[in-house]
């Protein structure tokens, strides 16, 4: 079995920063792909950004030179580093391994930002 925690999330004002973290524990194989999606109320999730094991990474235009998504393969730990908030970047944030075509969810963390 695979879980995945996230942490990190809170609530801040405009402009400013939050890191959210995700530990993997269970079966994880060396070749994977650690993500983080979000979902604002009403809408659909959606990949905020990508990373794999050899650390590729792909990020939605809407946080590009924003945010700044690592990980620690010896923790098996995915960070997203988040700079200028804005307040459209509220939403659940929702860490996902990938692995042999398998995915795993996270229970997701809660961002906030006001204006």
């Known amino acids: 079995q695979v879980q995945l925690m996230e942490s990190g999330g809170g609530l801040v004002q405009a402009g400013g920063s939050l890191r959210l973290s995700c530990a993997a524990s269970?079966?994880?194989?060396?070749?994977?792909?650690l993500g983080w999606y979000r979902q604002a109320p009403g809408k659909q999730r959606e990949l905020v950004a990508g990373?794999?094991?050899?650390?590729?990474?792909n990020y939605a235009d809407s946080v590009k030179g924003r945010f700044t998504i690592s990980r620690d393969n010896a923790k098996n730990t995915v960070y997203l580093q988040m700079n200028s908030l804005k307040p459209e970047d509220t939403g659940v944030y929702y860490c996902?391994?990938?692995?042999?075509?398998?995915?795993?969810w996270g229970q997701g963390t809660q961002v906030t930002v006001s204006s």
């Open positions: 996902k391994l990938d692995q042999f075509g398998r995915d795993y």
């Open positions: 269970g079966i994880i194989f060396r070749v994977n792909v």
């Open positions: 990373i794999t094991s050899a650390g590729n990474t």
